[in-house]
């Protein structure tokens, strides 16, 4: 039987969504709602190589920020160029 290897989690219950520290190559995932958490929820940690600090890796947050067509400028989320290099729009200081 395969052995089950558990990451450290917290939701949106817990005190804390980020972890405060992590070993070194330890991982810990947040998940739920983090709008009481600075915005922590929904992302993947690991700790770096001398384990004095968590560093942010990933998570469904970051995947979430690519929901949209390349080339298309959509609120709140990354800027994604199509495979001309170009994006279909920029907004500065509400100039088109």
Known sequence: MATLI???RASSGSAELAP???AAGELAVSYGDDSLHSNAGDRLFVGD????NVL???GKYFADLADHAPGT???SSALIADAS???DNIKV???D
């Open 49 to 52: 190589v001398d384990g004095s």
């Open 93 to 95: 200081d509400n100039l």
């Open 56 to 58: 942010v890796i990933g």
């Open 85 to 87: 290099s170009k994006l």
């Open 20 to 22: 405060s520290s992590l």
């Open 73 to 75: 400028l959509t609120a």
């Open 6 to 8: 558990k990451i450290k």
